[in-house]
């Protein structure tokens, strides 16, 4: 267990509709990070919070994507108006020292 | 930015041999090494890390080296086991300030034949 949850698991959508993803840390840490894993390749990252500051962002990470980590605990990720190449494993990892990565949002989008 | 290269891409060894995966990086400012085990539809699950200061560590079968002049570190693992069978990524990051962020190599799919 890394102490780390994400909602859903899997996601199917069909292009043009908006998802939101959803991470919990066990506990509050500092920082908080997504990162995005297409087939084949290592985790990419996305952007990171400290507390409830969004502090960096990937040039990846166009205007359809936001993030959100309210209060500096949980932290959602929303992806507007979906596109075929948004399909990928969304990955949230929290920082005890090493990231501690959470189990993925696989999402499909048709 | 920082790049880091993984070899090999794939790696089959049979029951009980050693397995070494290399990694090279870009950065001469990284400073932080961690590999991560990645198992079909999960989360990369960390194995093992290691920081610029160190020049090689140890947990049970598994071992990293780093060369830092050579900008390059080393996975091994000992006496494979099927259950070794995943794909490992390493990865590096400067530490000490910004995100800390990860940059990935690209994975080596490891099978170890029974």
């Known amino acids: 267990d890394t102490g780390v949850s994400q909602n859903p698991r899997h996601k199917i959508t069909k292009r043009g509709q908006n998802v939101t993803f959803r991470c919990d840390p066990i506990?509050?840490?500092?920082?908080l990070y997504w990162y995005r894993q297409t087939l084949g390749q290592g985790p990419e990252f996305l952007t990171y919070f400290q507390n409830e500051a969004q502090l960096e962002k990937s040039r990846l990470l166009s205007d359809r994507f936001s993030a959100e980590r309210p209060k500096g605990s949980f932290s959602t990720l929303e992806i507007q108006r979906t596109e075929q190449g948004d399909s990928a494993m969304y990955l949230c990892a929290h920082d005890m020292g090493p990231q501690y990565f959470g189990p993925g949002t696989r999402l499909l989008v048709l | 930015g920082e790049n880091v290269e993984q070899h090999p891409s794939t790696l089959s060894v049979q029951e009980g041999d050693s397995a070494v995966i290399k990694c090279t990086y870009s950065d001469s400012a990284s400073n932080y090494f961690p590999w991560y085990k990645q198992e079909l539809g999960k989360g990369p699950q960390l194995i093992i890390d290691i920081r610029s200061n160190v020049g090689e560590k140890k947990d049970q079968r598994i071992a990293v080296t780093l060369n830092k002049t050579a900008k390059h570190f080393s996975l091994h693992i000992t006496e494979t086991q099927p259950e070794d069978s995943a794909v490992y990524f390493c990865?590096?990051?400067?530490?000490?300030?910004?995100?800390?962020?990860?940059?990935f190599g690209k994975g080596t799919k490891l099978s170890v034949i029974p």
């Open positions: 990865a590096a990051s400067r530490t000490g300030a910004g995100s800390y962020q990860l940059t």
């Open positions: 506990s509050e840490h500092n920082r």
